[in-house]
């Protein structure tokens, strides 16, 4: 796991993709069992495509969550602490779907004696449509700086700056 | 269907606002937390062994964030007093992260509709309804705050 201080971090750059799949039903109905969500859109094809009118039996919104969790925190590192995350659900996935978690830094705070980041986040499948657009905000440590806190307490964060 | 006046469609949402029921709480399983990890291909030794999250600086093995779910799954019962509209859409999340839920935790949920309104959507009324729900543990640390906008349509 990489180890980035608020130094290292440029505007606009991009951070490394996660790759996932392609979705299976064993996928879904993995996690499905482990988050006990019953819900049949999950596991019964018929009724997802003929009472809900989906396309298919559909990607859990909570693992698609998670993917894009880790893609932050494995960017973020040991030392970096992923404070805040948003997701808008606009686009399902389904069984066949190669998915691509990706970040970009969009923007950097500097809250002496720390550094937060913020990143523009999503899941794009194989044909590019990005269905669950995002953001993320990071706080790192300074370069010679003390480490974040854990348990995290934003209050630990100087003023914004300008 | 019944047709609803704007004024009857605003006095719905706005009789949401409030407390949802009463605080709910459950324990953060290992078996749930190695499930969750394996399900994602999510290897981080953080979720599997006890002594590596402990060098991480962690009380003890962390779950996957979105284990929060489980606690709306499993313990919140209730549904949206909506009487207009066909269906309600899962629109948003948000998370505020301060402590993870560690196995063997006994996470409290409070759930609170913080705001609800009515917007004009693109085929007609649109209700948007902003649910908090905040998340501590057994020692009363705030562990994470999870804000979530549904459609209603």
Request: net charge negative.
């Amino acid at each position: 796991m990489t180890t980035i201080c608020f130094e290292d971090v440029e505007v606009s750059q991009d951070i490394p993709s996660l790759f996932k799949g392609p979705m299976t039903t064993a996928h879904i109905m993995r996690w499905s069992a482990a988050m006990e969500n019953w819900h049949p859109i999950h596991f019964d094809w018929r009724f997802a495509t003929e009472q809900h009118k989906l396309p298919d039996v559909i990607v859990n919104g909570s693992w698609k969550q998670h993917v894009m969790l880790q893609l932050v925190a494995d960017w973020a590192g040991e030392t970096g602490w992923l404070w805040k995350i948003r997701f808008q659900f606009r686009g399902m996935n389904v069984p066949g779907d190669t998915l691509e978690a990706w970040g970009r830094v969009v923007a950097k705070h500097d809250r002496h004696p720390f550094g937060v980041v913020d990143l523009q986040i999503g899941l794009k499948n194989q044909k590019g449509d990005d269905g669950t657009p995002g953001s993320a905000s990071v706080v790192l440590p300074k370069r010679n700086g003390p480490a974040v806190p854990y348990p995290f307490d934003p209050r630990v964060l100087g003023p914004q700056k300008g | 269907m019944t047709e609803f006046s704007q004024a009857e469609m605003e006095r719905q949402l706005a009789a949401l606002i409030g407390p949802v029921g009463e605080p709910v709480s459950m324990a953060v399983e290992l078996g749930a937390v190695r499930r969750m990890a394996v399900a994602v291909d999510d290897f981080d030794p953080i979720h599997y062994d006890e002594a590596a999250a402990h060098k991480r600086g962690f009380r003890g093995i962390v779950a996957p964030w979105p284990l929060l779910w489980s606690w709306f799954f499993n313990c919140t019962e209730y549904h949206l007093d909506i009487e207009f509209g066909k269906a309600t859409v899962h629109g948003q999340d948000e998370y505020e992260f301060r402590e993870p839920l560690i196995v063997g935790d006994v996470i409290t949920v409070t759930t609170t509709i913080m705001a609800a309104r009515l917007k004009q959507g693109r085929t007609g009324p649109l209700g948007q309804v902003e649910a908090e729900r905040r998340f501590t543990n057994q020692h009363g640390q705030l562990c994470a705050v999870l804000k979530t906008t549904l459609f209603r349509r």
